[in-house]
């Protein structure tokens, strides 16, 4: 029996950097009466009161939401209000040399964009976070800069050696994401398993970067029944499925699979 469903959130419920669509969050809102619901992204807790939480009606069930911003090294759960739980936290000594490397690597790998929209390197406290045409980039130069990931690796591929010491992971369209090591969404996975007394098997997990380097990949490698989905239009039927099935009265919820 499946108790939680946990989500990637760029690219998963919402389109890199933007709210859900009503759609999106009606489906949210009718899962959460029937199972307990995570979130684990990249991003950070104002982008996901922006993004999510804004878009979510007053009677939705947050008692049964779980918010982990910045790939799980951040962990929110509701009681009356939003809570934070646990932060892990880079020392500053840690920011300033990741911050370093990424500036060096960027440089070196030639993939330095023309132009930018916004902060490229973004400091998040728990992560250091490289959005190579700037946090603000609109979605149309976003989705066409790197699909297959071949700039990033290149990137990355520079970067490891630099950061030797630290956990490196590609999301959304041009994010790299480097925190603690052992600080991912596996990290996370295991927290929500401690923190709720839901064992990994209980679970499902959604995400569109569910492979090697990928900043989903760390969820489904620790155990979890997981479904890479294209975009936002597949989690969406994703989620229908799920609805059918506990509003059916049927316990054997197992991960969907891809036509």
Same mark, same amino acid.
């Given at each position: 029996?499946?108790? !939680?469903?946990?989500?990637?959130?760029?690219?998963? +419920?919402?389109?890199?950097?933007?709210?859900?669509?009503? $759609?999106?969050?009606?489906?949210? *809102?009718? /899962?959460?009466?029937?199972?307990?619901?995570?979130?684990?992204?990249?991003?950070?807790?104002?982008?996901?009161?922006?993004? @999510?939480?804004?878009?979510?009606?007053?009677?939705? %069930? +947050?008692?049964? !939401?779980? +918010?982990?911003?910045?790939?799980?090294?951040?962990?929110? %759960?509701?009681? %009356?209000?939003?809570?934070?739980?646990?932060?892990? =936290?880079?020392?500053?000594? $840690?920011?300033? %040399?990741?911050?370093?490397? /990424?500036?060096? &690597? !960027?440089?070196?790998?030639?993939?330095?964009?023309?132009?930018?929209?916004?902060?490229?390197? $973004? =400091?998040?406290?728990?992560? #250091?976070?490289?959005?190579?045409? *700037?946090?603000?980039?609109? !979605?149309?130069?976003?989705?066409?800069?790197?699909?297959?990931?071949?700039?990033?690796?290149?990137?990355?591929? #520079?970067?490891?050696? /630099? @950061?030797?010491?630290?956990?490196?992971?590609? *999301?959304?369209?041009?994010?790299?994401?480097?925190?603690?090591?052992?600080?991912?969404? &596996?990290?996370?996975?295991?927290?929500?398993?401690?923190?709720?007394?839901?064992?990994?098997?209980?679970?499902?997990?959604?995400?569109?970067?569910?492979?090697?380097?990928?900043?989903?990949?760390?969820?489904? &490698?620790?155990?979890?029944?997981?479904?890479?989905?294209?975009?936002?239009?597949?989690?969406?039927?994703?989620?229908?499925?799920?609805?059918?099935? /506990?509003?059916? *009265?049927?316990?054997?919820?197992?991960?969907?699979?891809?036509?």
């Amino acid at each position: 029996m499946k108790r !939680l469903f946990v989500f990637d959130l760029d690219g998963t +419920l919402a389109q890199s950097k933007s709210s859900l669509d009503p $759609e999106m969050a009606g489906l949210l *809102g009718q /899962l959460l009466i029937f199972m307990k619901v995570a979130v684990i992204s990249g991003g950070t807790w104002e982008q996901f009161e922006t993004q @999510l939480l804004a878009k979510l009606t007053n009677d939705v %069930h +947050l008692e049964n !939401l779980f +918010l982990l911003p910045t790939c799980g090294t951040q962990f929110y %759960h509701y009681v %009356h209000r939003w809570e934070k739980v646990y932060s892990e =936290d880079l020392s500053d000594s $840690e920011r300033s %040399h990741i911050i370093a490397a /990424l500036h060096d &690597a !960027l440089e070196k790998s030639g993939m330095m964009a023309p132009e930018t929209w916004g902060e490229v390197i $973004e =400091d998040r406290g728990s992560q #250091i976070t490289l959005s190579a045409l *700037g946090q603000q980039a609109p !979605l149309s130069a976003k989705a066409f800069w790197d699909p297959d990931f071949t700039k990033r690796r290149k990137i990355t591929a #520079i970067l490891a050696p /630099l @950061l030797p010491s630290f956990a490196i992971n590609m *999301g959304g369209t041009t994010s790299i994401d480097v925190t603690k090591p052992g600080i991912d969404k &596996a990290y996370g996975i295991k927290k929500l398993r401690d923190q709720l007394n839901i064992p990994i098997n209980e679970m499902l997990f959604a995400g569109d970067a569910i492979f090697e380097g990928g900043n989903d990949f760390p969820a489904q &490698a620790v155990g979890v029944d997981s479904l890479l989905v294209r975009d936002t239009n597949e989690t969406a039927r994703v989620i229908q499925t799920v609805i059918a099935c /506990l509003g059916s *009265g049927d316990a054997q919820i197992t991960a969907p699979k891809r036509g």
